[in-house]
Every structure is written in structure tokens, then in C-alpha cells.
């Protein structure tokens, strides 16, 4: 098998551009209606070591997907195993291994809130849109970096 060889400096934009997505998607684009389908009074303002707290987990977990779509990308690359290269844009790659890992382990967990924990289908779509954005904009950042 080949050796991985991952783009950290993309690996690292990657986990900047999606925590700024992520302040922009759950703060100014659907921050009061996310916070309404979750249940939050919006007049009480977390203390500050939570949000930091938060901040700080998220980064954790921007890296991990960064770094495990880097992984990802590489592996499924044909010309990765010596193959002809495949066959469209880099675009059009990074979108299609978005797409189904959010088809495949995204949206089925996604969907579990609904079921089980009898979150509405509004916070679904916020949440599993958000999903899909973010592993595409990783992806598209990892692919042309």
C-alpha cells in the first residue's frame, strides 16, 4: 500500500474555514432559530468558560474531520494506487465523497434526533445542511490546497 502523505497546512486551513463556517451558520444565519428547536432562552448569555469551552471542542473536532477526509480523498484517489486519474474536476470529486459520507454517516445519525430524541425535522435540516456544507467546504479546501 502506498504511503498517506497529509497537506497539513490544508489540513489547518481547512479547520480555521470551517470553525468561521461554523460561527456564521449557528450565530448570524440560523443561530435564534437553532437555539429555539433546541430549547435555549436566548435572553440568558452562557458564561464565558463555556463558550470557550465549546470553542475549544469544536476545533478538536474540525480536526479530526479534516484530517480523516484528507485520508479519505487520498485513499479514494485512483491515481493515489497508480491508476489512470479519475475521470472530472477535483471539484466534482470532492463533492461526490462529501455527498456520501454525509449520505452514510451524517444523515443516519441525523435522522436518529428526530426519532429518538424528538428533535423537529427544522433542526434536522439546520443541522444535516450544516453537515453537508461543512465536509464539503473541508473537502474542497484539501482538494485544491
Request: charged fraction near 10%; hydrophobic fraction near 60%.
Amino acid at each position: 500500500m502506498p504511503e498517506i502523505h497529509i497537506n497539513f497546512a490544508a489540513v489547518a486551513i481547512a479547520v480555521i474555514a470551517n470553525f468561521i463556517f461554523g460561527f456564521l451558520w449557528y450565530t448570524p444565519l440560523f443561530g435564534k432559530a437553532w437555539a429555539k428547536e433546541m430549547g435555549f432562552d436566548m435572553t440568558v448569555k452562557p458564561p464565558t468558560s463555556a463558550m470557550f469551552r465549546g470553542m475549544g471542542i469544536m476545533i478538536i473536532g474540525n480536526f479530526l474531520l479534516a484530517w480523516v477526509l484528507a485520508h479519505d480523498l487520498t485513499v479514494w484517489n485512483p491515481e493515489f494506487w497508480g491508476m489512470d486519474p479519475f475521470v472530472g474536476s477535483k471539484a466534482s470529486f470532492a463533492a461526490m465523497a462529501s455527498l456520501f459520507l454525509w449520505l452514510g454517516f451524517f444523515v443516519p445519525v441525523d435522522l436518529n434526533t428526530v426519532a429518538w430524541e424528538q428533535r423537529s425535522w427544522k433542526l434536522f435540516f439546520i443541522n444535516t445542511s450544516y453537515h453537508f456544507l461543512s465536509l464539503l467546504l473541508v473537502s474542497m479546501i484539501l482538494m485544491y490546497w
